[in-house]
């Protein structure tokens, strides 16, 4: 059952960066007033074809989202928005909303580096629930009065305010994802 918009809050890739100590890709959302931030660990092929979308690297070949988001307008369904729906333990959820050229509303299960990367590449919103941004913080804030254990200490233990210092003091080239 689909969740109410007023549920949901519109937010944009801020971009991609390296955890420093897992090293792994965080996708890093964040609302269009930067006053919210949700970073999501991904795969390194999620964050390369996220990066890759927002640099605006055109592969001579079509890579998968490029593919899902051909075979989409082939058959006539447009994407209505990419929604991260629920976080359950430390694992995120997102589905794509669709309408068929019949004009019929599906909402597919996704990861959410997918969703991302078919919704950038189809120019549509990325929506994240009020409830997985709630989650989220009070994970975070969980995390942080953890005792750090070496390699398992991440980004998802700094709170709201260290955030946002982190990323004002960033630079474009922090956000880049290299291979």
Do not use: C
């Not at 082939?74 to 309408?99: H, M, P, W």
């Not at 509303?105 to 189809?122: F, G, K, M, Q, Y």
């Not at 398992?152 to 709201?160: E, F, H």
């Amino acid at each position: 059952m689909a969740a109410h918009r007023e549920d949901f809050i519109l937010m944009i890739v801020g971009g991609i960066a390296l955890d420093p100590n897992s090293k792994l890709p965080i996708v890093v959302l964040k609302d269009p007033d930067n006053r919210m931030n949700l970073p999501i660990w991904i795969g390194p092929l999620e964050a390369n074809a996220i990066a890759t979308e927002q640099e605006g690297i055109r592969p001579q070949r079509p890579m998968t989202h490029d593919l899902i988001r051909d075979l989409l307008a082939e058959f006539g369904a447009n994407v209505e928005a990419a929604e991260i729906t629920e976080l359950r333990d430390t694992t995120y959820f997102a589905r794509l909303i669709l309408k068929t050229r019949e004009g019929r509303s599906l909402e597919i299960d996704s990861r959410p580096s997918d969703a991302i990367a078919v919704a950038i590449r189809t120019k549509s919103p990325i929506y994240v629930a009020k409830k997985v941004l709630e989650d989220s913080s009070e994970l975070r804030e969980a995390d942080s009065h953890a005792e750090p254990s070496g390699a398992d200490q991440n980004l998802a233990g700094v709170s709201r305010d260290k955030w946002s210092e982190i990323l004002e003091r960033m630079s474009p080239d922090d956000f880049k994802y290299k291979m």
